[in-house]
């Protein structure tokens, strides 16, 4: 069900409605429609009477054979009534009542899915069979699946679709084809190990995304060794069942399709015609009954591709060796008289005619080109193809580093990037190489690899004339030790570099040292605002430059930095980053940093949903954790944290068990995610277990976070640790360069907690417009004033306080809106635009509500864990949530409110 599990909830909404519904599916063949309801039918009760009717081509001509197929093989259906069905000698009104008749009986006041499938096939009785379904009343869903390319006017199901939206409320479930991360997660699903990327990505190529064709090439390879699926022919069955859509073309239709097969993925039309000396006029017809046929389809103007690439496999398979050859050499003859500008065009038909010279230099110059503009993925493709005939080129070796890299492929950047250093013959090209590894390093968690590299730059920079590639390699010293959080021998380095770069007029080299002398000035609270403005300041010029990376790394330091003045200026920073990003291919920062900071832009606007929906898609769409070498899932800990917040206490427990396995977590990860969620839990035992591992942990860290710290310690105080376990949490979780505003927050929490009221009322009334705390801190620091003034009998000082933060919590939930309305209860009064309090089944998230509802079923926690893919322990979390919201303490009591609403 990978890519399927919305559509699933809401077939399964619709299914436990107890009410008459009706749902469409369309998709094309093998896209998962028969797996979609058979995974629906999974999930109904046992009690449900379920009938599958299945269409089949030529059926038109057999009335009710739909209704007929369902009903076969059930001996409880009457004999006389299913003869009175198929008797051509009754009118058409009769028999259809004969069936509706069958079905009442079969189905009486019990819950039921009836499912017409293909419906594309389906004889006109049948469907005016399933419309009069529709109207009927009871506990029931009709399901149809058909083909939307398979459905002209002539065939009922055309007019049935049009009635059926006329007549009722129609749920329609069109199934895509699986996106790129989609196809790396069913791969990953299947074979039970991360799939490599780069097979990943060639088999959704080869299969357009379709899970059939991708489950049928899996199925020939015992073994399920993925990167060598890439290469394997196609199982015979699957080959034979593609080449049926062109056995019957003509001699010339033939040929054309043959030939489209060797021009790529990508078939202009002139290059069609010219390689197959076909004129226009008839090239047109061709192309058209292709098309109509649903071989090829009209991907841009003048401009083909095969609607499935498997086809196009599928067909080329047949061709003999010469033949493909000289198909190739025509198209590239074609190409090089014409100037063409495509260089992997020209390079894919030079391998393939066996014309060495001119695919190396179409990949030279291809990758280049590919780098410029941020295709970093077919600059790979193009490098390594050159690399096959000339493994010791350092341009090619160069590019691929450099491309693998922004693709985000580290193990194949580590090999090409170190290929490149042994070969380098200048100075440069070596200082080049050894900046990209000391990244390449970083991004792997590999600090004694940057250590090393970073010793081999000091002795190359000793070796090196004052000059351009001495102020290089000082730059990827400072780049190095700003990544290992060596502050200050960043702005050492960096300064060098800087001198440098302005003695020799070195303008690349000079952004490049202003980048690494920004960021390591915007972590230190003190000197934050000067960084900041290096960084602003640098952005024009190097976009002007085309450094795109460079560009993407200052503006993502300052969209993760103290926040801009607006919520706008925030937000165009985001946008900007990730067009440049983009444009420089950079994986890492278009894709994962990008909707990290669109979570923290709405965290910043206090609104706590959106802030979770954004980090929920971008964990779906950026799956890079799990390649080898890359860092650990960084949006599963951002979104615990925001689960954390928002009370999803069970969905924080499945995640802890998903990240720890994961390699490259910090160490800090799941002993705080641990810690936190005991506290959240009352669970004082877990917690102080887990508090032991956080200090020895932290006390290995050279970094402190002041935002981390206030989370920990939050959540300590509400489970009621003991006074000194508190205080060493704030000695050992706060250090000199954590910002003041945090320092603060933390000291007037830590003396509230020893009862030193207006010692912490001073210290929250300090910071409560301070800029650098989220609109959810500051609502929480106004709540703790409130109380703080309350205990002074400061009553209505405290209620302007509370005032204050009900308007900065409003889009928030959680632990932080409880306290706000405690204290509201102890102050007895509720603001006139405050919202109530939200108790009872309200108060359930929507996966709580799923969960309650399977509870009044009757399931025990072993039978939830099966049903939703979680574990016992995180179904036992949602129980407990569930009975702790409703103020209901049994399963019985669940049902019996889940009865009633």
Known sequence: MIGRESELRRLARLASAREPAVAIIAGEPGIGKTRLVQELLATVPPETVVLIGQAEPGSLSRPYEVLLDALDGRPEVDEEQLAALADPRRSPVERLHTGLAVLAELIGDAPAVILFEDLHWADSESAALFERIADQHGPRLLLGTYRPDEVTRRQPVAGLLARLERRHTVTHVRLNRLTPVQTAALLTAATGAPAPLRAATALHLRTGGNPFFLEELLRALPGYDVEALVEQPLPWSLADVLRRQVDDLDPVSHRIVEAATVLGHRIPFDLLANVTGTGEDELITVLRDLVTRGVLVESGEDEFAFRHALVREAIGGRLLGRQRRRLHEAALDVLLNSGASDPAMVAHHACGAGRYDDMIAAARHGAALYLSIGSAYQALQLAEMGLDEVPDDPGLLSCAARAAWL??????????????????????????????????????????????????????????????????????????????????????????????????????????????????????????????????????????????????RALNVLVHGEPPTSPVEHAEILERMRVDAERAGFESLAVGTYFQGRARLAQRAGDLHAAIAALEEGREQNRGYQRSGRWADYHGVFLAGLYLEAGELGRVEQLITDLTPLPSNLPITIPGLTFHLACRLGDLPRAEAALDDVIAVVR??????????????????????????????????LDANVWDAHRTLIDAQLAEAHGRHAEALAGYLSITDAHILGPETRGTVRVHAARCLLAADRRVEATEQLAAAATLLAGWGGWRVTELDQVRARLGITPVDAAPAISGPAALTPREREVAVLISDGLTNTELARRLYISPKTAAVHVSNILRKLGVSSRTEVRDLVARR
Do not use: C
């Open 407 to 552: 693709a985000g492929l580290l193990d194949d950047a580590l090999r090409h990037g170190r290929r490149w250093r042994d070969l380098a013959g200048t100075t440069t090209d070596r200082a080049e190489s050894l900046y990209l590894l000391v990244r390449i390093a970083w991004e792997s968690r590999d600090t004694g690899e940057m250590r090393a590299l970073t010793q081999d730059i000091e002795t190359l920079i000793a070796q090196l004339p004052p000059g351009a590639d001495q102020a290089r390699a000082m730059t990827a010293i400072a780049q190095s030790s700003y990544l290992r959080d060596e502050l200050d021998a960043a702005l050492l380095w960096s300064d060098h570099a800087l001198a440098l770069a302005d003695e020799f007029d070195l303008p690349a080299v000079r952004l490049a040292a202003l980048v690494e002398k920004g960021s390591t000035l915007a972590e230190r609270p003190r000197t934050a605002a000067e960084g900041r403005k290096i960084l602003s300041s640098l952005v024009d010029e190097a976009e002007n430059a085309g450094e795109w990376v460079l560009a993407a």
């Open 700 to 733: 290995e860290q050279t970094w402190r976070s002041g935002e981390h710290a206030h989370d920990l310690i939050s959540a300590a105080i509400e489970l009621g640790l003991p006074a000194d376990r508190l205080d060493l949490m704030g000695a050992e979780l």
